[in-house]
C-alpha cells in the first residue's frame, strides 16, 4: 500500500522540541494545531489542516511534570488521536517516545491493576491504527498487550554509536543495576561488541539480603579496570545508577557511565547526577530536562538525539522499509 | 438476574465525602481501596477487598481541581474500573456525579473533536457495563454516545421539592440562561407545577446581536413580580447566572434563585455568588466546594444532597426497580 | 491513500434521479445494479459489475412513501451495503442524502427508543466504512452516534447562494421556526451575512402558554418590514413553517420564504405551499416531489440541487481534500 | 443462572395472536407497548413497563403483508430490540417464529447478497442475546451465520403428534416436493416412524429436464396405495406442493396432505389450497392466514399451534432445561 | 486501492509443492521463512523478510497427516497469520486449498460443534482479511459463517477443460454420489454443458432404504450407453464413488470417471482407486498424493493442478478485478 | 451472581484423570462428553448432557505427546469451548493445567510471533469467559496477553506444605536456575520462610560467557551445607535442573531438590532425573508421567496434586470468594 501524500505529523505541545528534530530529520513540517485550556480544567485540541485520507503521526510523550501530570497527557493523547478519526485520516499513528505506566505492568500486589493493558485499550478504544514506542520498561507486557500494530524501537545502536569512542584501550563491561535489567543489558553487550568489534564483560548488581531483608548491594561479573556502561531503560531519581556506580568503583572499575533511553530525573535526581562516582549520564531526548538545573545538564548529561530513529521509523511505517534492519542493521534477519 | 450478596461500592479519593452518603443511604459500607502517588507522576490503586462474582459501583465526580485536573481523574477511573475486571468482578458500573467534557459534545469549528464520544469509549474500553450520570449537559449526546448501558439521573425533583416552600404566593417563573437550555428549564417547569400544583412561567435569555456582534441580553418571557428560578446544568463563573438574574430584576422581577446541579465555581465566581442580585444559588453535591470561601458558601449557596438519588438508582440497578419513577414519580410510565 | 481507479456509484433504485445527477458531476457512470422484489415481501439486490478493490459509494435516501416505506429503503440500503463488501469492495461509503429517524435522537417519554444510534449500529453492522449525510436533524445525535467516519454536509452556502439575488434592498431576517432551531437558522445567517456582504437579522418562534398549555405562537426579534428566511431542517406537512410565516407578517415583514433541505411534504404540505403567505419554499433535491401536484410544485417550490455537492463531498472523501473548505469556503480553519 | 422473577414478553403488534397463546402456555401476561406511526412513514414503539434487570423475550413474525411488508417488521423489531437494551434488561431474546429472507442464503447468482448472515448482523448490532426460529429454511445458513446463541425449534414431533390419527393402516410415505427438503422429509419421516410405530416410506420430486431445459417432474420412490405427507418448510403459491401432489397421484398414491411449518399464501395459493389434489394442507400459526378466503382456510387448511412449543423453549431458555429433549423427546441425547 | 509492490507470498511446508507451482504462476517467488518444532511438540514459525506495508497471501492446505495432523496445521496457519500482522503486513489473506472441517458444519446430534463457524471465529481472531478456498463442502455454511472477505473458487470448468477430449460421441452424463451433492453436480453440468456444446444428462445415488435401514443403492437418472462423471468435492476411502460407478455400470453406463477436487484417500482408498470400475479418478493437487502407492496414483489417478486458478485468484484480488469472470467466463455477469 | 446449579465440570480425554480428581474434590461429577476421531484426521467432540443456562469448567491440559500433539490439543479445547456456546452455557471457562506455548512470549527473533497473544486471541474468538491457569510461565504475559477474565493460581503454598518437613535442621536455599526465574524463587523463599518459620537464603545461575560465548556456569549465592531447592516453572529434558544442581554441589550444597509444577520429560529427562545429584524431582499433575519408565517416577519423582488447587479456585469462581487468600493464606490482602 503506498501512499503519495507525505505522512502528516502533529506534536502536542508538550513533546515539542523532540518533534521539530522528527519532522526536521522527514523534511515534514509539523503540522499545525490548537491546544485549548479552560478555567474549569478541561482542554480542547483540534488540528488546524485537513487530515483526510492522510497517514497521520502523533507524537507525545507521556512524562509528567512540567505544565502536566503524567494522567493529562494521556488524556491529551487519547483525545487528539479520537480528533484524528473525526476529520477522516486514512491510518492513525501514536508515538509515543516515553510511554507512561510501563513499569504497571502485572500484579505485585493482590487485585492490582495491569496498567499496560488499560493503556493499549484506551489507545485502541480511540482509533490508534499503529503505537510506536521505544525503550519499553518490559517488552514482553508490550508486546502481549496490544492487539493493534505496534513498533518498538530501541537505543541500543543510538548509545553503541555514541559511546564507542570514548571507551579508550581496557576492558569494557555493561552492567545491569538489578536482576530484572540483565536482558537488556545483555542486548546492548551484544549490540556493543559488533559495534566496537571486541569483548564486552557483563555485570550486574543483585540486592544482597539477611533473613528477608535487604541489606546491601552485591556485584555479579568482574569489572576490575574496566569502563563500565550500566545500562537501564529510565532513570528515576538516579539512586539506583549511584549505587551501581559505587559498587562497580568499588571493585575496581575504572570508569561508570550511566545509560538509559529515558530521563525522568524526580526527586533527587540532581543530587546523583552531580555525584562524581559517575563520570556522565547518558540519555535521550525522549523527556526534556526541564527538572534539572541547566548548568548541571551541561556539565553531566549527554543527549543523544532519537529523532533519527524516529524519523526513520516513521518513513518506513509510510513507505514500507524494514524496521528490523532499522534497528539492528542491514545484513539483520 | 438477582444478586444475593450486597452491591460493593467504591469511591475514588476525590469524591469521598458524597459517596459516604451514597453508602449510608444505601446501609452499605465503602469498600477499601488503596491509591497511591508515585514521585514520577504515576500513580496506583487497587481495592483492598475481593470484588469476585460481585456487583461493583465505582463513584468518582470527574471535576477539575483540588488536587488533580479533570484528566486526572478520568484516568484514576478508568484504571480502576479496569482493575475491577481483574477481580473478577461480575458487573461494574461507574457512578459519575459530574461527567466531565459533556459541553465537548459536538464539532462546533472545523476538525473539532466530539469528545463526548470519545468518553463513552474510554469507559467501555476498560470494561464498564453501566455509567450513571446526574444531569449531564446534552443528554442527546450522552445518549447517542454510549453503547454500554447507562442511567441518566437528573435533579428536577429534587430541586423542586427543595424549593416548593421558598417561592410565596406571587407569580413563579423558570428561566433559562440561554436558548440551549430552554428544553431543561420547561422540563423544570412541568415538574415544578406537578409539586406545587398551581401554574409556573417560562421566560429565558438571548443575546441581543446587532451586524453579528452581541450587545447585550434580551429576556424573553414576563417575569414582573415573579420568583424567579433561573435552571441550568453547571454554574462555571457565574457569570451567565448574575446576567439573568440582572435582566430578570430588571424586568420587575421580585426575587432570583439560582438553580444549577453542578458548582464547578472557577474564576470569579466567588464574586457572582454573592452578588445581591441573586437570592440564593442552590446547588447539589456532585462537586465539593472547595473554591468558595467557606462563609461565602454558608451564607449564599444551599446544598441538595444527590445521595438518596444515586442511592436509589444504584439499588434499583442492583435489586431491578424503576429508575423511571424514581425520577419522575410512582405514576411515571 | 491513493486510488489509481475513479470511485464506484451505485444507487437503490428511490434515488435514481438525485444519483444521477450526481454521478454527472463526478462524470462517472452509476454502476448498474439489479433490484428485484418477490411475491412474498422479500427483495434482493445485487451489483452488476466487479467492485473488487474499489471504493464504493452507495447512494440512498431514506425519505418515506412512494412505493416504499422508510424501514422498506432502510432495510434495502443495509442489505446492498452488505453485499458490496461480499462483492470485495475496498471501502464502502453510505451516501444519505435524507437520513431517517433523526428526530428520534433522544428519550422523550420514558424508556423511548434511541433510533439515531440503533441507525449507526445497523450501518456500522452490515461493514459500512464511511456515511455522508446532510443537514441531519440533530448534529450532535449525529456526531456521538457513529463510530464508523461521518461526514456531514450543509445547505448554507447552497441556498446563501441561490437566494442572494433575491433579498433587494431592505432588512432580511433569518428565522427559525422554533426554539431547538435556533442554532441551525444562526448559522445559516453567519453565512448569509458572509455571501450577501451586510447585517442579517435573527428572530425565532416560541410557542405561547398559558397553565402549561400552548395557547399561540410568539415571534421573538424585529422583522419589520423585513425579507424574511424561515429556516428548517425539513418541512413535514408544513404548518410549523406556515405558522411562521403568518406571525413574520403580522409583525411587519415584507416577504416571507421557507427554506429547508428536505421537503417531506406530508399530510396538507400541498395546501400550507400554496398559501399566499408564503412567497416561495426553497428545498433540496434529497427528497423527491412526487407528493406535490406538479403544477403547484412548478409555481411554489423552488429545488436546489445537492448533487455539486454531494459530488463534491465524494470526489474529496475518494481523493482526498479539506470538507470543511467545501463547506465553509476555501478561508476556512 | 437462575432468575427470581418469570420472563417479560413483549408481542409486536403483527403477531399479537400467537403471541397471546405463547402467554398463556406460560401463564405470564404479555408486557405492554406502545407502538405509533407518524406521517412520514417512520415509528416508535416503546415498552410500558420496566424491563430493567429482566428476562425479557420480544416475539415478532417476519412475514410479509397485512399492514407492514417483511423490511417493514424487520426494522420494527430490530429498534425495539435495541429499546430493550435501553431500559436496562439482563437479557433479551428475539422469538422469530417466521424468519424473513432464510432463503437467500447464498450466492446463487453472481455477486448476490447472503442476507441470512445480514439477518445476524443486524439482530447482533442492536444487543439481541439469543434468537429463537423455527423450521428454518436452511438450517446450515442459520447455524453458520450467528454468532449470538440460537435455538432452532422444529415441527417434527407437533405434526408428527397431530397427524398420526390420519393414515390409517396401509403403507405411509413421506414426500419432498424438491431434492432440496430430501434432509428435513427424512427427519420427519425417521419422527413419525418413532411416533406411530411402523415403517414409512420415502418419495421426492426431481425435475425432468432435457438438453438443460425442466420439462416436468419426476416422482422417486413407491407411493402405490400410500397415504402420502409432502413435508416443506414454507408453502409460498402452493405450486409446489401441488405439483408433488399430482405426481403422487398419478404414481397411485391414496391421498395426500401437505406439511409446512410457514403458510405464506401468496400468488394463487388459494387456488391450490382448495384443489381436490390436496386433501388437507397442515401447516402452523407462525404467520396469520390473513390471505386466505376464511371459508377456504376452515375447510382445506388445519393449524397446529406452535404456542406450547415456543412457550416451553422460553421456560428453558429461562430456567435452564434441554432443548433437544423438549424437541426429540426425554430419551434423546 | 492499488499496491505498487507484488504480492507476498508465503508457503507452509505441507504445501510446499503446489505453493510453488503458484508462485510460477505469478513469477513471484515464495518468500522465506522459517519453521521449527520443538522437543515438547510447540514449533514456532516466522518469516525471514520484511512484510510491513505489504500485501501478504500464506498458503497452507489443511489436509491431515503426512508429518502432521489436521489439528497441528490448523495451528500453524493460524499462528503463522498471526506473525504477519505483528510484522506489519497490510492485508493478509489465507489461501487455503483444503478447507478442514467443512462437512463439521451443521448439529446433526444433538448438542454437536458448528465447526465451521469456528473455523470462521479463529482465522478472523489471528488478522485475517482475507480467505481463499476451493470447492467447500458446503457453500451455505462457508458463506454464512465468515465474517471476513472470502473468495470462493471452483474446479467446474478446469475439469471441464481437462475432461472435454474424453467423452466421446456417445450421451454424457454427471452424476451425484448422494443427494446433498445434486446441487453441485447440476453445476458441473451446466458448465459441461457450455464446455463441450451439447446436452449433458443428470443422475444420482440415493439410499434405497426398508424399515429405516439402508438396504442398498438406488440410481435416479437415465445412464444406458453413458460416459458418466461422478463429481463430489473430495474422496476420503473412496467408497462412495465406487457404489457410484458399480450403479452406473449395472444400469449401463459405457464408462464411469471420478472427479474430485479434493483427493484424501484415506483408509481403503487405494483398492477403490485401483477397482477397474473406475476408469479413472481425476483430482487436483490441493492434497498431496502421499498415501498413494505411486504406481497405482500414476496408472488410475488424473492430477489438474489449481495452481492457475488459485494465481490468478491471487492476482485479482492484488490488482482488482473479477473473479465472477475468472470462475464463468468473461460473458458473466 | 450467584448460581443454584452446580458447575458443570468435562474433561477432554488427555486429561481425564487430573480431571477426575478435581470432580472429586469437587463433589461433582464429570459430565459425559463424546470424542471421536475420524479416518481424515477430524474430530468432533459433543457433551452428552445439557449445559444450557450452567457454569460450565471445560478442562484440558494442553501439554504434548501421548495420542496427541500440543496444537492437536489446542483446537481439540478450542472447539469444545465453541461447542457449550452452541448448547447455551451461561458461562464457560477454560481451565488449562499446563498452557502451552507460554514460552513463546515475545519476539527474541526479528519477525517473531507473540503465540502467548495468539492464544489468548484464539480462546477468546471461542466465546470463553474466563481462563484458569497455574504456573504460568512468564506471568507478565499472561496477564497482557487476556482480555477475558483470567485466574493465575501457583504451586508456592502447595510445595511448601509438601517439602517443610523435609528441609531437616540446617540452611535452606531456594535457587533459580537461571536469571530470568529468580523472581519465581524469591516468591517461592519468602512463601518458604512463612511456612517454615526461619530464613531461607536465594541463589541462582548464571551463564559465564567469555567473548560471548558461554562458557559455563555461575552460581551467585552462598549454598555451603544447604538443603537447595531448585525452582522452576516446568522440567524439560531436566538439563537446567541437573547444571544447577551439580553447581550447586559443587559450592557444597548439603541436598539438592527439583521443583517445578510442570513436568513435561522430553528427550533425555528420564536420565536426568535418574541422576543421583538429584536426590529428587517433585512436580504436580498437570502433565501426566507418560514419557517416563514408571519405576523411574516411581523412586526419582514426586508428584504434588494440583486437584484441591484447581477445586477450590472453581468453587471461588462458582460461587465468588477470594482467590488472592486461597493462593496467599487467609490473611493476605
Known sequence: MKWTDPPVLFSLNAT?????????????????????????????????VSVRARDVYVIQSLYGGENE????????????LGTMREGGAAR???????????????QTKPRDPVVT???ALLLEAVGTDVVIALD?????????????????????RLFAEHIRERVGEGPVVVASPDPGGVKR???????FERVIGRDVGMAWMEKRRSAGVVT????????????VLVVDDLISTGGTMLRAAEACLEQGAREVYALAAHGLFVGEAEKAIRDPRLSKTIITDTVPLFRLNPDVAQS???????????????????????????LEGPSAS
Open 16 to 48: 515539542r522540541e523532540l518533534s521539530e528534530r522528527i519532522a526536521q530529520y522527514l523534511d515534514v513540517p509539523l503540522s499545525e494545531h490548537e491546544e485549548r485550556d479552560f478555567e474549569d480544567g478541561e482542554h480542547k485540541a483540534r488540528p488546524l
Open 69 to 80: 501530570t503524567v494522567n493529562d497527557k494521556i488524556c491529551r493523547l487519547l483525545f487528539f
Open 92 to 106: 492513525v499513528t501514536a508515538v509515543i517516545p516515553y510511554l507512561a505506566y510501563a513499569r504497571k505492568d502485572r
Open 117 to 119: 493493558r488499560y493503556m
Open 136 to 156: 519499553v520498561h518490559n517488552i514482553v507486557a508490550f508486546q502481549n498487550a496490544f492487539r493493534c500494530r505496534t513498533e518498538h524501537l530501541d537505543t541500543r
Open 185 to 191: 543489558a545483555q542486548l546492548f553487550q551484544e549490540t
Open 216 to 227: 546491601g548491594n552485591l556485584l555479579v561479573g568482574d569489572v576490575k579496570g574496566a569502563f
Open 300 to 326: 553531566h548529561v549527554e543527549i543523544v538525539s532519537t529523532a533519527p530513529l524516529f524519523g526513520e521509523a516513521i518513513r518506513r511505517c509510510h513507505e514500507g522499509g524494514s524496521i528490523v534492519e532499522l
